[in-house]
């Protein structure tokens, strides 16, 4: 009787265990996560990262906080008339065995009210959430624009 019993319990615990084995957060690796330094009296700026998943069915991100920024957006940009705007998304996919990449003139998070001017040379930390509500932190190094990877649009200007 109670060998049954046992015996069903861990039957039990064989099912039930592959649902927890995968969460996105464990899925999801982050790479060069990065946000733009402002100068004093600006309270808003960008941050930018690489998802990759390694999992096997689609992971997205829902959300992102930050205890240096009152509120923390997911935006994209769309080409309106031949002008670049911002819009914010509910989330931003990420295909299993690919990635998404939130960078300059695409996907990125955007980062208000914040609550001291971000440095370069500093790090900013962000909590990033997924769709099944898991989390992962991450540390983006505050560049100046000088340094940003993503040089082109920069070039034209200078
Ligand atoms: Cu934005």
Known sequence: MYKQLISSLLLGLCFISPVFAGSAA????????????????????????????????????VAAESPAAGMVELHTHINDN??????????????SGGMAEL??????????????????GQTMPITLEFEDGSKKEIQAEILHFSMERNMQHMNKEH
């Open 26 to 61: 464990d899925d999801v690796d982050v790479s060069k996560p990065w946000a733009r330094e402002v100068p004093p009296g600006l309270t808003t700026s960008a941050g930018f990262l690489t998802l990759h998943n390694k999992g096997s069915k689609e992971h997205r991100l």
């Open 82 to 95: 031949g002008v670049m705007r911002m819009r914010p998304v509910d989330d931003i996919p990420i295909p």
């Open 103 to 120: 960078k300059p003139g695409g996907y990125h998070l955007m980062l208000m009210m914040l609550k001291k001017p971000l440095k370069s």
